[in-house]
């Protein structure tokens, strides 16, 4: 029987060195302008819900491990706000998650960024309808 290697018992023992250490997801991902294409994908659950073109802004959040988002369409040509939230990293649902609520709606975002790309979607509370899709390119 061969012995194995010092370093291959090192990563029989602990597997995640095999692949890496675990990512940190630092606030750094986000930050920066996206653009790109909000779609409707239930518009059942969402039946005023409207495709868009949008630009994200995201800046360091207030609180540490935070985001700032803001949330614009563009409509013939101009930027039109939607509004603004602050996203903290889910490692449950691993993404950049936000809730929004006012006296119509709740709605859960989550967002994952992987270099210049970010795909999302939005699900409303409490019966997770995923009514929106996001995928953007960092500008």
């Not at 790109?36 to 802004?57: L, W």
């Not at 602050?86 to 994952?112: H, K, M, Q, T």
Request: hydrophobic share 45%; with cysteine; proline share 6%.
């Amino acid at each position: 029987m061969r012995a194995l290697a010092p370093w291959a018992l090192v990563m029989t023992a602990v597997p995640w060195l095999a692949y890496g250490a675990p990512q940190a997801h630092a606030p750094s991902e986000l930050v920066g302008v996206w653009r790109g294409t909000s779609t409707c994908t239930d518009r059942v659950a969402a039946p005023a819900c409207r495709d868009e073109v949008v630009i994200y802004e995201f800046a360091v959040g207030e609180k540490p491990g935070t985001v700032h988002w803001k949330a614009d369409k563009v409509v013939d040509g101009k930027r039109e706000p939607m509004g603004e939230s602050d996203l903290a990293y889910d490692g449950g649902e691993a993404c950049w998650r936000s809730e929004f609520a006012n006296a119509r709606v709740r709605v859960v975002w989550c967002l994952v960024a992987a270099d210049d790309h970010l795909t999302g979607k939005a699900w409303l509370l409490p019966g997770k309808e995923v009514v929106r899709k996001v995928e953007l390119r960092k500008q």
